[in-house]
């Protein structure tokens, strides 16, 4: 069974960037499609960026658009999310997720990371 560990998460000003990390174990990155989700307090936990198992296809949300990135390490046991131009409205609790089909739907993610803190602050 596959596991996730999320690190990377902080505190840092709007405008600037943060890199968050996904270490993937007991699999590889290139076995499932992987996510990253976000989790705002009193919101849902929506999808910021997804990453087909052959690392071709990529799919953002319009509020991440042009600021996120997420790719993978060429081991494939490592993917991560890169942030720029960071908002305070992206504070939230990041997570790391692996499922079996691509898609930006949580509920098609079968494996999920424990989560990191990520603050803007303004």
């Known amino acids: 069974q596959v596991q996730l560990v999320e690190s990377g998460g902080g505190l840092v000003q709007a405008g600037g960037s943060l890199r968050l990390s996904c270490a993937v174990s007991g699999g590889t990155a290139s076995s499932y499609t992987m996510g990253w989700f976000r989790r705002a307090p009193g919101k849902e936990r929506d999808v910021v960026a997804a990453?087909?198992?052959?690392?071709?296809?990529?799919y953002y949300p319009d509020s991440v658009k042009g600021r996120f990135t997420i790719s993978r390490s060429n081991a494939r046991t490592t993917v991560y999310l890169q942030m720029n131009s960071l908002k305070p409205e992206d504070s939230a609790v990041y997570y790391c997720?692996?499922?079996?089909?691509?898609?930006?739907?949580?509920?098609?993610?079968?494996?999920w990371g424990q989560g990191t803190q990520v603050t803007v602050s303004s």
């Open positions: 990453l087909s198992r052959s690392g071709l296809t990529t």
């Open positions: 997720a692996a499922g079996q089909q691509f898609s930006h739907m949580y509920r098609d993610y079968d494996f």
